[in-house]
């Protein structure tokens, strides 16, 4: 099964379930469990673990039935080390579902919260009948300006990117 069709099945049923806020938040909170515990990831995928140990392991999260199915069988076809992959098509889905376009902003240094509403009024026209949201990393490579990324496509305002303009046409 392909990681598409991994994040499918699992958004195929939290839809039908109504139950995506909650296995987003499960999904959430699983991937920054993971990321704290990598070895748990090696440890449910290795095949010298029984698959009845593995199974125990994930029936001790607290999480929904569902998602708990949906690790369980990652678990058995030694899948789990997927999950960051099928958790970036779940959560494109789900913010497609919940019309929410979330925007990546890059910027040289911190973005006060005015300069972020600012940012939002700007940039919500064009995505119209869907909630804004804005993640900010800092990006100390900038040297100034902002860079946003969306699905992949990037609008590069930066003050690197300006100068790189400048020197092409010079």
Do not use: C
């Amino acid at each position: 099964m392909s990681i598409s069709n991994y994040a499918k099945a699992l958004f195929s049923i939290a839809k039908d379930e109504q139950k995506i806020d909650t296995l987003t938040y499960h999904f959430d909170d699983f991937k920054d469990t993971i990321e704290k515990n990598p070895s748990w990831v090696t440890l449910m995928d290795s095949p010298m673990v029984s698959f009845t140990d593995k199974l125990k392991m994930i029936e001790s999260l607290e999480y929904d039935n569902s998602f708990l199915a949906f690790l369980k069988m990652l678990a058995e076809k030694h899948n789990i080390h997927l999950y960051q992959e099928i958790y970036n098509e779940w959560t494109l889905l789900s913010r497609v579902y919940q019309k929410i376009a979330h925007l990546h902003i890059y910027s040289a240094k911190p973005v006060s919260k005015e300069v972020e509403e600012n940012i939002k009024k700007a940039i919500s026209p064009r995505f119209p009948n869907q909630t804004v949201s804005l993640h900010i990393t800092i990006d100390p490579m900038l040297l100034g300006g902002l860079k946003i990324v969306y699905q992949g496509q990037s609008l590069d305002h930066s003050v690197a990117r300006e100068i790189e303009e400048l020197y092409t046409t010079i």
